[in-house]
């Protein structure tokens, strides 16, 4: 059974302290792994798509990188707009293309105080 | 362009009645999701739809819950006989059907059951 893990399950923070998320998979063949960010009341907003490990990719304070059984979202010198619930997601290779079918974590909660 | 369009955005039944929620995907997405988001719990995957066809309802209980999508109006997603444990956000995500990995949420249905 596919499943996701991601720690710490909150994550508090000074503005401008850097850190990492962590989310860890298994999966019968990973056709890629999504970051979202949701904010309270609303519905997760995409950040991410990695497919294959040694992957990365930026946004902003954001970086997502991915190993064959991990990924860790970097926040670098983040702000307190920063703060919401980040969560991971994985797409296994048996689902067919363009079939979003996601297993998610439950999420890091991240708290980024000014 | 509007987003993906979710309604009501809070619920309330007692036990026993049907619920109704309604899903408006965005502007030429032709492809709709289901997911559920229990207290506590991660977002889990219910039903994926195309116009007019339920392509993978693995995800959904088998018993007082179905799902649409008709070729004129929203998706909709009904709980008939709701009971206490069906109190939970319910998100709609659409995407335009292609290999796009990306999945747009509305800001979801919040139902809770007396």
């Known amino acids: 059974e596919d499943q996701v893990t991601q720690s710490p399950e909150a994550l508090r923070l000074q503005e401008g302290e850097s850190s990492s998320l962590n989310c860890s998979y298994t999966v019968s063949g990973l056709r890629g792994l999504f970051w979202y960010r949701q904010d309270p009341g609303k519905g997760p907003e995409f950040l991410f798509t990695l497919y294959s490990a040694g992957e990365e990719k930026e946004k902003e304070r954001l970086k997502a990188t991915l190993t064959k059984k991990e990924s860790f979202l970097h926040i670098t010198a983040p702000k307190p707009e920063d703060s919401a619930t980040y969560l991971c997601?994985?797409?296994?290779?048996?689902?067919?293309?363009?079939?979003?079918?996601?297993?998610f974590g439950t999420g890091t909660r991240l708290l980024v105080s000014p | 362009n509007a987003g993906v369009m979710q309604n009501p955005r809070h619920l309330v039944r007692r036990r026993g009645q049907e619920a109704r929620l309604r899903c408006s995907p965005m502007?030429?997405?032709?492809?709709v999701y289901w997911y559920r988001q229990l207290p506590e719990e991660g977002l889990k995957f219910m039903v994926y739809l195309q116009k007019e066809n339920i392509i993978d309802e693995s995800g959904m209980p088998k018993e007082r819950f179905s799902a649409e999508f008709p070729k004129e109006g929203p998706s909709i997603l009904r709980i008939q006989q709701v009971v206490r444990g069906d109190s939970a956000a319910y998100f709609c995500?659409?995407?335009?059907?292609?290999?796009?990995?990306?999945?747009?949420f509305g800001s979801g249905t919040q139902l809770s059951v007396l």
């Open positions: 997601a994985v797409q296994a290779t048996m689902t067919g293309l363009g079939f979003q079918k996601l297993v």
């Open positions: 502007k030429g997405h032709s492809h």
């Open positions: 995500a659409s995407s335009p059907g292609t290999a796009n990995e990306k999945l747009f």
